[in-house]
């Protein structure tokens, strides 16, 4: 098992920039996938990001492509979503997620096993 807390959030206004962190505990931090999702009030859980074991490999939701950057600290069994040019359709609960699963259908919330309690991401416009 994993444990993923969220760290990061705050009110912004438009245009400015916010770091979320989410750190592990637990079993090891290099055997998951790992991935952002993101809910606003009244809508579904939407996906933003997601990292592959070893970092190598990454995946953005087309709406954060070019300004949202996801990154991993394996020895420091971290997960970072650096937000840059943020938009106020970009407010809600930002979530991580960790996935144990062979493959890779990250985009997917029912692939991921682990998630955090979430923090909360306000733009104003």
């Known amino acids: 098992q994993v444990q993923l807390v969220e760290s990061g959030g705050g009110l912004v206004q438009a245009g400015g920039s916010l770091k979320l962190s989410c750190a592990a505990s637990?079993?090891?931090?290099?055997?998951?996938?790992m991935g952002w999702f993101r809910q606003a009030p009244g809508k579904e859980r939407e996906f933003v990001a997601a990292?592959?074991?070893?970092?190598?490999?990454?995946y953005y939701a087309d709406s954060v492509k070019g300004r949202f950057t996801i990154a991993r600290d394996n020895a420091k069994n971290a997960m970072y979503l650096q937000m840059n040019r943020l938009k106020a359709e970009d407010t809600a609960v930002y979530y991580c997620?960790?996935?144990?699963?062979?493959?890779?259908?990250?985009?997917?919330?029912?692939?991921?096993?682990?998630w955090g309690q979430g923090t909360q991401v306000t733009v104003s416009s």
């Open positions: 637990g079993r090891a931090f290099n055997t998951y996938t």
């Open positions: 990292i592959s074991r070893n970092g190598v490999t990454t």
């Open positions: 997620a960790a996935s144990s699963t062979t493959g890779w259908i990250p985009n997917r919330p029912y692939w991921y096993d682990y």
